[in-house]
């Protein structure tokens, strides 16, 4: 199948691009590099030893969107090209609206243009808010708590309607946990731009030295250790499921969210030890008060994508701290290192 993939150069899209081309499927990716390196595409099809087309370009832009769309045709669409950072969204709201809602309409536009039915998106288990219970399944109530929350709801909803008002259109709503590790290769992995807004690269960088130690917002919430729980997946395994769910767009239409994530919830003091096990350094951390739009715990029932997508996460705690610890001490400096 010809996938476009939007965000493609990033952290999941760069993971997924190898999953794809490992099946067989034509990739193209679009990417502004607002969070990631033209460098990402180089190792991608080093490792693949395959072709990636790539536009630089803005996923808001109806211009560089039809290009694109002309140019390559695509079949299906794999939508990473967003802003992501829950402190960050509620600093910026509108840039996070522009990017997030206002990018994802203008990507469907192009999308009807030319006749393109199938997408499948990057979500978020933000769009539950506070939980009414834990786990989270697809029928729990969705009340972000966050900016960056509401602007993926928002664009699920978008997505929902569009597939409903178009006949055999498919959307597939990927509600992401939260993804860490890296390719076993070490060639890709997380490298964020300025300070990291996720717990584990902030925990690599310390482990390496490029930070001095790790902050952690609130150490006050009820749970075990007072900091809060989150359910990890490796994303390998979240590469693997866009594949899943591009077979499951293939032969079924209309809007279906899925829970992206292991089962299983580690609080930050569980990560930090982990990652102490699987680099051999000891992580220094500084307390913080909590941060906005931050909740206490997260946690995924994702058997409805193990029912309907075939796909289920197979990657360990001690594999998501040993890739990302193989990655970042093999790459200190991000790609930019020699």
Known sequence: MRVLVTGGAGY????????????????????NYSNATPEVLNRVRALSNGQVVDHTGDVRDPVTLDSVMSDFVPEAV?????????????????????????????????????????????SSATVYGDPVYLPYDEAHPTNPTSVYG????????????WSSAQPGASAVLLRYFNPVGAHASTRIGEDPKDIPNNLMPFIAQVAVGKRDALTVFGDDYDTPDGTGKRDYIH??????????????????????????????????????????RASGQEIPTVLAGRRAGDIAAMQADASRAEAELGWRATHTLDDMTKSTWAWQSANPDGYESV
Do not use: W
């Open 150 to 161: 509401q602007t993926k709801l928002i664009a699920e909803q978008m997505l929902t309607a």
């Open 12 to 31: 999941i899209g760069s993971h997924t691009l190898l999953e794809l081309m490992a099946q067989g499927h034509e990739v193209c990716v679009l990417d």
């Open 235 to 276: 994303v390998v395994d979240l590469a693997r499921a866009h594949v899943a769910a591009l077979e499951y767009a293939a032969h079924n239409v209309g809007a279906r969210p899925f829970n992206i994530g292991t089962g299983a919830a580690y609080s930050v003091r569980d990560m930090v030890a982990a990652f102490e």
């Open 78 to 122: 794999i939508h990473f090209a967003g802003m992501k950072a829950v402190g960050e969204s509620t600093e910026k709201p509108l840039l996070y609206y522009d990017v997030n809602v206002a990018g994802t309409l203008a990507l469907l536009s192009a999308m009807d243009r030319v006749g393109c039915k199938r997408i499948i998106f990057s």
